[in-house]
Antibody, heavy 124, light 107 residues
Framework: QLQLQESGPGLVKPSETLSLSCTVS??????????WGWIRQPPGKGLEWIGS???????SYNPSLESRVTISVDTSTNNLSLRLNSVTAADTAVYYC????????????????WGQGTTVTVSS | AIRMTQSPSSFSASTGDRVTITCRAS??????LAWYQQKPGKAPKLLIY???TLQNGVPSRFSGSGSGTDFTLTISCLQSEDFATYYC??????????FGGGTEVEI
């Protein structure tokens, strides 16, 4: 059974870089039918897609965050990473990693497996 | 970006009720729509994709319909475990993928 588990600091200072990791178990991140990505949810608000990556390196980012975001995949450790630069209080949210259905031909589709989420607070 | 608008934003219902949630896209997205259920403190769960295809393991009381710009999620006989927030998501364009604002189904 595929499982995703996020990890990383729960508190980040303004202007610094948020770094999260997602460990994929029970399946391979080197799948030709899936992208792997991140979604966030500010407290009491809705869902915002951050971006996703195919194991071979193809990435797709939300234009609203693209200048500050880097998503990477490590196929040797089956890990997915998120870096978000120059954070502000507006980046406070629960961050989810998720497997996205899709592929290089079909593109990025919907999310069929989610991690439990990790809360990140941006505060000095 | 394609804007997804859900209605209502919240409503009250009782177990056994038939409920319908609406999602409207700002442009034609064909059938490239998914529905998710989220309970408090939990990650979203995929219910439906391709507007009407039930994800494995999802009870048959859930159904989806629609195409183009207008979509609905229907729960035929509301159960206690169905009280949650529901989100639609378009994947016609992944620049960016976008979600509706959510519909909270309350007791």
């Amino acid at each position: 059974q595929l499982q995703l588990q996020e990890s990383g600091p729960g508190l980040v200072k303004p202007s610094e870089t948020l770094s999260l990791s997602c460990t994929v178990s029970g399946g391979s991140i080197s799948s030709s039918s899936h992208y792997w990505g991140w979604i966030r949810q500010p407290p009491g608000k809705g869902l915002e897609w951050i971006g996703s990556m195919f194991y071979s390196g193809s990435t797709s980012y939300n234009p609203s965050l693209e200048s500050r975001v880097t998503i990477s995949v490590d196929t040797s450790t089956n890990n997915l990473s998120l870096r978000l630069n120059s954070v502000t209080a507006a980046d406070t949210a629960v961050y989810y990693c998720a497997r996205h259905m899709g592929g290089l031909v079909r593109g990025v589709l919907y999310m069929d497996v989610w991690g439990q989420g990790t809360t990140v607070t941006v505060s000095s | 970006a394609i804007r997804m608008t859900q209605s209502p934003s919240s409503f009250s219902a009782s177990t056994g009720d038939r409920v319908t949630i609406t999602c409207r896209a700002s442009q034609d997205i064909s059938g490239y729509l998914a529905w998710y259920q989220q309970k408090p403190g939990k990650a979203p769960k995929l219910l439906i994709y391709a507007a009407s295809t039930l994800q494995n393991g999802v009870p048959s009381r859930f159904s989806g319909s629609g195409s183009g710009t207008d979509f609905t999620l229907t729960i035929s006989c509301l159960q206690s475990e169905d009280f949650a927030t529901y989100y639609c998501q378009q994947y016609y364009s992944y620049s960016p993928l976008t979600f509706g604002g959510g519909t909270e189904v309350e007791i």
